[in-house]
């Protein structure tokens, strides 16, 4: 697996829509010597704010209720055990579900009736715990997909080659190539997807995802089949994605990664939030011993 270690090779890149303000703060001179370092001048502000959410299928209740806020600048770790709802409070999220009660607001909007693409362009990208990538496209072209999220070429200037359309090309493959250095598969750039190793395309989607230029970006058990060596490297990634001005919400299951790198934890158990908290006070949580270890609350 190829380092991650070094520094990012990518200038920050202010997301679609940041106000003068987002654009020219400076970044924290400490947001790189702590995990939990906010950036400067942030006061908590509210970037993704889950309102009470209920989300039914039929008699089924995936989630019940269930609310919390993640702050700009931050990275947040959703947790509970498996068929807790931490995917499916994803894809309500990003727009593959709808709320059947409460709300999600995203940089103070309201996600309801809200298109997945609409939804990218506001700022917020997205892994999958299955890895969707284009299997017979190169990782450059991969990450390019990611880029085509902002390009404003209409369908006459793509037929032609106008000028604007060749100059859109030509950002898109410099912004893919920086992002594969960024995540350490620079020297795979033209393999195609299906042929990298598991861990390279876990890379290659989080770089697509960066391509969107996001504010937020959740990653969906980005460890899964790692080795320790590669989860270390990969907590090494998501804190230098935040240093980059980007805010994480991290679903893990591996425990000793989520305690490195998140500030905060969210806890949800068959659809409920059970716990939230710092790690160390989650850690320490009867109900979050309680439903790993599957024994009464009054006996953890």
Not at 5 to 26: F, I, L, M, Y
Not at 123 to 150: K, S
Not at 232 to 253: A, F, P
Request: hydrophobic share 40%; net charge negative.
């Amino acid at each position: 697996m190829a380092e991650t270690g070094r520094k990012p090779a990518v200038p920050a890149q202010p997301a679609p829509g940041a106000t003068e303000s987002e654009r020219t703060a400076p970044a924290s001179p400490d947001a790189a010597a702590s995990p939990t370092a906010q950036p400067a001048g942030a006061a908590r502000e509210p970037l993704l704010e889950v309102d009470n959410v209920t989300l039914r299928f039929g008699g089924v209740v995936a989630l019940d209720q269930v609310n919390f806020t993640l702050y700009k600048g931050e990275i947040l770790g959703l947790i509970g055990p498996n068929g807790a709802g931490k995917t499916t409070c994803f894809n309500a999220m990003t727009g593959i579900y709808q709320p059947t009660e409460g709300e999600i607001r995203f940089r103070g909007s309201r996600l309801s009736g809200k298109k997945r693409h609409q939804i990218t362009k506001m700022g917020m990208a997205r892994t999958f715990q299955n890895i969707r990538l284009f299997p017979e496209m190169t990782a450059l072209e991969n990450v390019q997909v990611g880029a085509d999220t902002h390009h404003k070429t209409s369908v006459i200037s793509a037929l032609f080659r106008l000028p604007r359309h060749w100059r859109e090309e030509r950002d898109g493959r410099e912004k893919a190539e920086q992002l594969l250095e960024f995540v350490g598969i620079r020297d795979r750039i033209d393999e195609v997807a299906r042929n990298l190793s598991y861990g390279e395309q876990r890379r290659l989607e989080i770089a697509r995802a960066l391509a969107t230029e996001p504010v937020l970006l959740c990653l969906d058990e980005p460890a899964a089949g790692f080795n320790p060596a590669e989860k270390e490297e990969l907590l090494q990634l998501i804190r230098q994605i935040r240093d980059r001005g980007v805010t994480v919400l991290l679903i893990e299951h591996d425990m000793r990664l989520v305690m490195g790198v998140t500030d905060r934890i969210v806890v949800l158990e068959f659809g409920k939030k059970i716990a939230e908290g710092l790690p160390a006070e989650v850690r320490e949580d009867h109900r979050v011993i309680a439903a790993y270890l599957g024994v009464p609350e009054d006996a953890a």
